[in-house]
């Protein structure tokens, strides 16, 4: 999952530098070690690593001062502070100077591992050191849409709370991303996030991967293990896909929220916990607990405070900025540096639906890296554009649209409105373009009917009305 990718570790212990550098091996990246300052900038020169794992303990100065060294670059590497005299006030100080993550010694491996990841996906610090605010698209939430904008506001709003949340938003749609912001900017910041998925893990073990479980628990249990909240004592736990959980570890759950303490499995003592537990699911909660899937008052419980993200179609004008963030990483993880895709191909991935999200939209840009040409025929949206457009013509090209007056008429029989006419020039323009060539055709042959354009184009009603409104279409009525 790291192949090919350049990593620096800078610590001053040689046991620590050989144990990440052999980790972060078994698992294809390129590693290189510093111990200390001076030798880690000049690796850092010789190298140029996407992501630096740096002490804050060296022996000729601060791992601070080279983090703050690093954000004057133009092009600068993920920084992920590592120390074992880690506290809020640091981590706070540590994000403010523009690390990517703060982990504290002990850690455990997958934390490592997930961190790095993210990291190297992410490609940028929560925040941006020059201007001094969050950076365009922290931890990887990537859009300028009123719809996702709402929902980092939501977030900025209720992080610093203890309270629990309910991270709303259909699968692909980037429910974990958001868990992980709530995390880094919450006073919990320099504490473990504990991510585990519901979903997919059989229930007989998701109770003691939860909770835990006593020596002599069950066959097999050799010694006591500590759960999933148990290890993040003083941070966040993350429970994706909650409305999967069975009634019976709802109940035990529910206890958790409420008294601050758990019961592993075998055990005649509670113990106690200090977590602040976010939970995300892909399920209408409020049916469930109507049809008696899920408790009532857990479902109250964990819905104290709530996010709601959005489809990925109803925020259609994010998708040039994500194929490109998708695009760098898959360059940089594939090693093809000068792969592009056509401004056309933009215009149609901005007018597919998109029913996996951003997932999917992650997916196929990797494919297209991966094979090139040959991906094409299996694009996703191919068939759908071909419908949208009537019958098994391909869509028109943006640019052949240029210049041209389009004319929407309205149901009642009023006068047509131009269009502004347009020339095509930078990707913005390309895929605007696009979109507005898509519109105005939909609602022509739609005769005007907007209800019957949006299920032509795959779209909500909200969504087109929005369109109208940014691309200054009207379709005006005619006057009684």
């Given at each position: 999952m790291l192949e090919g990718h350049q990593i620096l570790i800078v610590d001053d212990e040689e046991n620590m530098r050989e144990m990440l550098a052999d980790l972060l091996g078994r698992y294809g990246a390129a590693v290189s070690r510093a111990g200390d300052l001076a030798s880690a900038r000049a690796r850092i020169d010789e190298v140029k690593p996407e992501v630096v794992l740096l002490d804050l303990k060296l022996p000729d100065g601060n791992g601070l001062d080279l983090l703050r060294e690093l954000g004057t670059r133009a092009r600068r590497p993920a920084v992920i502070l590592i120390s074992a005299f880690g506290n809020v006030a640091t981590a706070v100080q540590s994000m403010r100077s523009g690390a990517f993550d703060f982990i504290v010694k002990p850690f455990n491996i997958d934390d490592i591992l997930r961190v790095v990841r993210s990291a190297l996906v992410t490609g940028q610090p929560m925040t941006d050191p020059g201007g001094g605010g969050l950076s365009p698209f922290p931890e990887g939430l990537v859009g300028e849409s009123p719809e996702l904008r709402a929902a980092l506001a939501?977030?900025?709003?209720i992080a610093s709370s203890d309270a629990p949340v309910l991270i709303?938003?259909?699968?692909?749609?980037?429910?974990?991303?958001?868990?992980?912001?709530?995390?880094?900017?919450?006073?919990?910041?320099?504490?473990?996030?504990?991510?585990?998925?519901?979903?997919?893990?059989?229930e007989p073990l998701l109770e003691s991967e939860l909770f835990g479980y006593e020596k002599g628990a069950f066959s097999g249990a050799f010694a006591r293990h500590a759960g999933k909240i148990d290890a993040a004592y003083g941070g966040t736990v993350f429970l994706d896909e909650v409305g999967d959980m069975s009634p019976a570890l709802q109940a035990k759950l529910l206890r958790a929220l409420e008294e601050n303490q758990l019961f592993p499995v075998g055990a005649t003592l509670p113990v106690r916990t200090d977590v602040r537990f976010l939970a995300a699911t892909h399920r209408d909660l409020e049916k469930a607990v109507r049809e008696g899937d899920f408790r009532e008052d857990l479902y109250f419980r964990l819905n104290v405070l709530s996010v709601a993200l959005p489809l990925l179609r109803d925020r259609s004008g994010d998708i040039p900025l994500l194929i490109e963030h998708f695009l760098g990483f898959y360059r940089r993880k594939?090693?093809?540096?000068?792969?592009?895709?056509?401004?056309?191909?933009?215009?149609e991935?901005?007018?597919?639906?998109?029913?996996?999200?951003?997932?999917?939209?992650?997916?196929?840009?990797e494919k297209l890296v991966l094979m090139g040409d040959a991906a094409l025929s299996q694009l996703p949206w191919r068939c759908f554009l071909s419908t949208a457009?009537?019958?098994?013509?391909?869509?028109?090209?943006?640019?052949?649209?240029?210049?041209?007056?389009e004319a929407i008429p309205s149901t009642e029989g009023s006068p047509p409105i131009p269009a502004v006419p347009r020339t095509c020039g930078t990707l913005a323009e390309v895929v605007k373009a696009a979109e507005r060539s898509a519109i105005v055709e939909a609602l022509n042959e739609c005769r005007g009917n907007r209800r019957l354009a949006a299920e032509r184009l795959?779209?909500?009603?909200?969504?087109?009305?929005?369109?109208?409104h940014e691309h200054g279409i009207q379709v005006k009525t005619r006057a009684n």
């Open positions: 939501a977030v900025d709003q709303r938003g259909e699968s692909g749609t980037g429910k974990e991303l958001v868990a992980r912001a709530i995390h880094l900017r919450s006073p919990r910041r320099a504490a473990p996030l504990m991510p585990i998925n519901c979903a997919a893990i059989p594939y090693r093809k540096p000068d792969f592009t895709i056509s401004p056309d191909l933009y215009g991935m901005s007018l597919y639906p998109w029913p996996g999200n951003v997932r999917e939209l992650r997916n196929v840009v457009a009537g019958g098994d013509r391909p869509p028109r090209s943006p640019a052949s649209d240029a210049g041209r007056q795959g779209i909500s009603y909200k969504t087109l009305f929005n369109k109208l």
